[in-house]
């Protein structure tokens, strides 16, 4: 659904990617990579066909059948594994997905948790009554898309990845509480970050978000640009998040450098990041 009564709007469409629960054993990968996010592309529903349609060219132009998989095609595995197998042919796909992605009509928002660092700050305060991550990823991310929809004088459609019964669930339950209640994060220190009151979510956010499988196309193209976004977290340079960057494909591009730490792409418990942003901040 990517309108809502005859009127354009924008259409958020949400991949997660990590650990959610906050109490599951930590095993970093490399880099000291744990992290829970959720994140995808933003994009304006007139646009939806584009976007789709590049999808399609992009597979025609490679003869690829299966859906697109970022984990496979990074690991060269199952239906990918032919990137590992004919380097040429690997190579020429894997250039070829960057640049149609970096083209897409389209802007990459999340928000990427550290878990470790959550887990740091959270539980000697909360303990078990700390919540899953994906309660704090969905709140962010939505509410900073909801913004840029609000300014455009546009509504916003949440599609979310279906995953599993419970999780689909909890997503409903937040997207409720989104239209029901006020920001449930401490004032004290989220007032910086200028949420939006329950009023204007309500006049801006569809009432229910939609789920979609792996075989949506613009849902393939949210899930391959999630990955590149975490990483750039722990990674600044690179490479796949650095194209998305100096594309102007990261919502960060639509907004002064003073908004992007309040409304921009979110990591959150990042706090060596942190430190080394209010840093350079202060040194400009």
């Not at 005859?6 to 880099?31: I, M």
């Not at 590992?84 to 690997?90: E, I, L, N, Q, V």
């Not at 009023?199 to 196309?217: I, W």
Request: include cysteine; aromatic fraction near 10%; charged fraction near 30%.
């Amino acid at each position: 659904m990517a309108e809502q009564d005859g009127a354009p709007s924008f259409d958020l469409y949400l991949d997660d990617s990590g650990t959610r629960c906050p109490f599951k054993p930590s095993r970093p990968t490399g880099g000291g990579m744990d992290w829970f996010a959720l994140g995808g592309l933003l994009l304006k529903s007139e646009d939806l066909a584009a976007i789709e349609s590049a999808h399609n060219s992009l597979c025609g132009r490679h003869g690829i059948t299966s859906p697109l998989h970022s984990a496979k095609i990074r690991a060269k595995k199952k239906e990918f594994a032919w990137i590992g197998s004919d380097p040429a042919r690997g190579s020429a796909f894997l250039q070829d997905l960057e640049e149609t992605i970096c083209t897409l009509p389209a802007h990459v928002i999340a928000c990427v948790v550290h878990r470790p660092g959550y887990n740091a700050r959270y539980d000697s305060k909360y303990g078990t009554k700390r919540w899953s991550l994906c309660k704090t990823a969905y709140r962010i991310a939505v509410e900073r898309a909801a913004k840029i929809a609000n300014e455009a004088g546009r509504r916003i459609v949440v599609h979310v990845e279906r995953t599993g019964k419970t999780e689909d669930a909890m997503i409903r339950a937040y997207h409720s509480e989104m239209l029901t209640l006020e920001s449930y994060f401490d004032s004290k220190t989220s007032h910086k970050y200028q949420p939006m009151s329950r009023e204007s979510v309500e006049r801006v956010l569809v009432k229910n978000p939609e789920f979609f499988t792996k075989q949506s196309l613009t849902g393939q193209f949210s899930d391959l640009v999630l990955y590149p976004v975490v990483r750039g977290g722990y990674q600044p340079n690179y490479s796949p998040f650095i194209a998305l960057k100096k594309a102007g494909r990261l919502v960060d591009s639509l907004l002064q450098k003073s908004e992007i730490e309040f409304r921009g792409i979110k990591y959150s418990c990042f706090d060596d990041r942190e430190r080394r942003e209010r840093r350079h901040r202060r040194e400009q």
